[in-house]
């Protein structure tokens, strides 16, 4: 409070201690990339015989041509493109049906009692066993592709909103009772604000599920405009070690972006007020 | 005068456990009634009947009016909005023009002292801070009846003590009618006009007294000789309870 009087000395001094921050977050985790690096390095020319060194090319190799390789590096980024827009619908589609299912679910014990069974099918269902069946069904384009997006991401968005619906304050809901509020005014103005903390926890996890859901999809069904999944199976039967690493890097730099938009995301929408996500706050900024 | 709310031959049980004896109370405007008794004896058994959130297995709760005001042991507060969001909250529900509202707002937290922290969120408050943004919220609508669940109970001494100051200034002004539960004898003869003692379960009232002070009451009284003699009667009155 106190450093408010004085913004201008200050600000400067919050600057260097803004920077100071970022380093200390942005140093430990370079330190790793690092190491990683120089292991890989290491496999490559010290392991690995020279005749088997295409098993782990080394990383400026999947640089040159996976990377600067302007063909494959714009295969990759269409692959990249189609698969993040997969894993966007599938997760958005994912979030209504969820969300929706957990409303209803938090209106009533047999509900609830009706729906939780299905729910944990949807995560316990081995899903490369559903990938033929939905191919059959949908057929090889895009519709299959965002229903395994569907199947894996739906998990955790209804049973984190569930959880947050039914966790607002029983005194809460006292309140609303002594003041005559129906269903309808107890979830808009109670559960729904209550339960957005974890709704956003649950879209977190979720996105990077959907991720991985868009490349098992199109790695299994092999048809179509190629995503990241086609591409990776592509390169793999080609032998083509360059271009499979920087395939895979790009999927996991998706999964981390689809990660980091929606913890953006949370601490916008609810940091200011839930001590886990300001607690988030304080460990990422 | 009517009274604001009337229990008559009132018992309650949950299942086979019997928690109220039939219980007599009525409780009139101006009239700010404590209660104490020991853990568990169905005290706040008595403010939900009160507040009409549960039914008597037996006999009648009467209220003059439904406009009551239910302050929890904890301040419940809804911690995604500000203060001043927190006291408009019940305006919403009952219905209140925005504009009204929030002229009342500022009225009520005025009246407790938290005009600064309006748009502050819970997150950021003390616990006696969060406690009177709950009574503020609670006096928005004006209610003619209070009903209090230990309130204070999770306060510091110093912030408990300034809080009994503040609702003993608010209830002489306003003259509401209250039944305050609380565990603490200085509070409750310190607040009360009638004082009523609690039978362990199931609950019965044991023992009745007047507290002859006026309102508005100093603080300082809790220091006369005459006020420690009645807390000892109570305080007596509560262990042959137990």
């Not at chain 1, 390789?69 to 049906?97: C, H, N, P, S, W």
């Amino acid at each position: 409070m106190s450093d408010r009087t004085d913004e201008t000395t200050n600000a400067s001094g919050r600057g260097l201690a803004r920077s100071r921050e970022l380093l200390r977050v942005a140093i430990p985790p370079a330190l790793v990339a690092l190491a990683i690096i120089l292991l890989w390095y290491g496999i490559t020319f010290f392991v690995l015989e020279p005749d088997r060194r295409f098993l782990l090319p080394p990383p400026h190799g999947v640089i040159q041509e996976g990377i600067l390789d302007g063909d494959v590096l714009a295969e990759i980024m269409g692959g990249l493109y189609r698969t993040a827009m997969v894993a966007g619908l599938g997760l958005a589609i994912a979030f209504a049906l969820g969300f929706s299912m957990a409303l209803v679910m938090s209106q009533a014990k047999w509900i609830e009692r009706s729906l939780y069974p299905w729910a944990v099918v949807c995560q316990t269902v081995p899903i490369l066993a559903l990938v033929p069946l939905l191919g059959f069904w949908f057929g090889f384009g895009l519709m299959s592709r965002v229903t395994v997006c569907v199947i894996i991401a739906l998990f955790p968005i209804i049973i984190n909103s569930l959880t947050g619906l039914q966790g607002a304050d029983p005194r809460l809901h006292d309140l609303l009772t002594l003041h005559n509020a129906g269903r309808w005014i107890r979830a808009l103005k109670l559960q729904i604000p209550a339960a957005r903390p974890l709704i956003f926890t649950g879209l977190r996890t979720s996105a990077g599920l959907s991720v991985i859901g868009a490349i098992v999809g199109d790695f299994f069904f092999g048809r179509g405009q190629p995503g990241l999944g086609i591409l990776l199976d592509r390169y793999s039967r080609r032998l083509r070690s360059e271009e499979l690493l920087a395939a895979v890097i790009a999927a996991c730099l998706l999964g981390v972006v689809a990660f980091w938009i929606f913890g953006v995301l949370g601490r916008r929408a609810v940091g200011h007020w839930d001590p886990s996500w300001a607690g988030e706050r304080n460990k990422n900024e | 005068m009517d009274p604001v709310i009337a229990f008559t031959d009132v018992t309650k049980s949950f299942g086979s456990i019997d928690a109220l004896d039939p219980l007599h109370l009525t409780i009139r405007k101006g009239e700010f009634v404590s209660l104490v008794g020991p853990s568990g004896c169905g005290k706040s058994t008595v403010l939900r009947l009160g507040s009409g959130l549960i039914e008597p297995t037996d006999g009648t709760v009467s209220r003059s009016s439904d406009n009551v005001g239910y302050i929890f042991q904890e301040p419940t507060l809804m911690p995604w909005r500000t203060v001043e969001q927190n006291v408009t909250f019940l305006g919403e529900l009952d219905g209140l023009s925005r504009q009204e509202a929030r002229r009342r707002a500022d009225e009520v937290l005025s009246l407790v002292g938290l005009q600064e922290f309006r748009n502050h969120y819970p997150l950021a408050l003390s616990g006696g801070m969060k406690m009177r943004t709950s009574i503020a919220r609670s006096m928005l609508l004006d209610p003619d009846l209070f009903l209090f669940d230990e309130p204070f109970g999770a306060l510091d001494q110093i912030s408990r003590a300034r809080l009994n100051a503040e609702l003993c200034a608010l209830f002489s002004e306003r003259r509401f009618a209250a039944l305050f539960v609380t565990h603490s004898v200085d509070e409750a003869v310190f607040l009360a006009s009638r004082l009523l003692v609690m039978s362990k379960r199931p609950g019965r009232l044991v023992a009745e007294f007047e507290i002859p002070y006026e309102f508005p009451r100093q603080p300082g009284i809790r220091y006369e000789p005459e006020f420690a003699v009645l807390a000892g009667q109570v305080a007596a009155a509560l262990a042959e309870a137990s």
